[in-house]
């Protein structure tokens, strides 16, 4: 009943994908949270609070759900701790989103999924961050594309060409592909995904105005595993998710693969990252040393993601 009652309070938070969780940090021998990085309160908070990148937000979702089913109650956390339901707050609205909410005081911890930039570091005072793993944005299309078939492998210009709509039609990459329009499906502009595409990429070039900009990059890959003429920056871990719905091309003929994205040999990867205004309550560090710890890693590797622990 616990449980249920903590799914309730969830679904009153508006664009809340999931809560919950918890693990217990004094038998994980793993916790990665300095003892002095954490903040003396006396006030209690029952409540953790996420924002941010709609690719880590699920990554977070299936950690804290799991660290709920195992404890439910902060005190069996630690016995210090009083009582009281442990309810963690995922909401997902982009990287951009997630830095805003931790510079304006609206979230606890923001999730991204690119580097913090310079000028958001100035306006984080005390800025924590915590590397969980790395993804990479692959050139993906439908598996009925026959361009598959023909070539695996484009170049930066060939993608740039496409992405800008120099390219409109297949069958001007290769005049064997069909006479049909190319669909170039992105993130929305402001995303982080399409920030690190943007620099990894297309460089001064912008992409194509008609191109169709995805909420999240859910979204994003169902467009383009609905349209067989369908071309987006898929993530990784996305990929890895819905294993044969989608093709992967090869950049520069380089595949994205977990050993080339560890090395960075393969060109567009991103970090993801939680970042933290400020020192970490008791209750906070409670959970981000599940989050950081090898159990945390292995829900991360699960998910189809490249781990950094």
Known sequence: MKKIS?????????????????SNPNTDKQNNIPQENVKQDNEFNAQVTFNGSSTLAPVISAISTDFIEEYTTWNKVDSKFPEKNIAIYVSAGGSGAGAKSIIEGTSDFGMLARSVKDEEKRKIKDIKEFKLGIDALTISINPENPL????????????????????????????????????????????????????????????????????????????????????????????????????????????PTKENILSGSYKISRPLIVVKKGELTAEQKAFMDVVTSEKGSEIIEKMGFVPVN
């Open 6 to 22: 903590s799914l309730f309070l969830c679904l009153l938070l508006v664009f809340t994908l999931t809560l919950t969780g918890c």
């Open 148 to 255: 598959y078939k023909i070539k695996d492998d484009l170049s930066t210009e060939e993608i740039k060409k496409i992405f800008s709509g120099e390219y409109k039609k297949w069958n001007e990459i290769d005049s064997s592909l069909p006479d049909r329009e190319i669909v170039v499906v992105i993130r929305d502009l402001g995303g982080g995904a399409h920030e690190v595409f943007q620099k990894s990429i297309m460089g001064d070039t912008e992409v194509r105005k008609d191109a169709i900009q995805s909420p999240s990059m859910g979204a994003l890959v169902t467009k383009v595993m609905e349209n067989k003429d369908a071309i987006g920056y898929a993530s990784f871990g996305m990929v890895n998710q819905n294993q044969g719905k989608l093709l992967t091309l090869k950049v520069d003929g380089v595949e």
